[in-house]
């Protein structure tokens, strides 16, 4: 069963570096595709990733949360214009290159929140979006 990157991912990368087949992208672009994506077809399930990520924003796809409880201050991404997202994220990543996430929030400590959401956007990734076009 393949990882999922969920809506926690603030592209930091590390995940990217670790992966040992090279199947974690960043979703482009950014407005439309703000986490990083796992290929289903290429990932090996070795779950390298997981423990690497360090937002937790990586699960099994059969166990992504469908009531994650915030501990409070995770940021939350989402496509660009989507309702109730308005603050940017910045910062770098893991190679020292800058990220913007133009439509984020906050959570706030107890906040319970639907993570399943991220199976879908990234198999449409993969299906239908420009990763089907990389393929």
Request: aromatic share 8%; net charge negative; glycine share 8%.
């Amino acid at each position: 069963m393949p990882r999922v990157i969920t809506n926690l991912c603030q592209r930091e990368g590390s995940c990217r570096i670790v992966c040992p087949v090279e199947c974690i992208i960043p979703g482009t672009p950014v407005d439309d595709w703000p986490t990083y994506v796992i290929d289903p077809d290429t990932c090996i399930d070795c779950g390298a990733c997981e423990p690497e990520c360090p937002y937790s924003a990586i699960y099994p796809s059969d166990e992504v949360p469908s009531a994650y409880q915030a501990r409070g201050g995770e940021i939350l991404c989402a496509k660009a214009g989507t309702a109730g997202f308005n603050d940017t994220y910045t910062d770098v990543d893991h190679d020292g290159e800058e990220i913007v996430m133009p439509a984020t929030r906050v959570l706030a400590e107890g906040e319970i929140v639907d993570l399943t959401p991220s199976i879908e956007l990234n198999r449409a990734f993969f299906t239908e979006g420009p990763g089907y076009a990389a393929l």
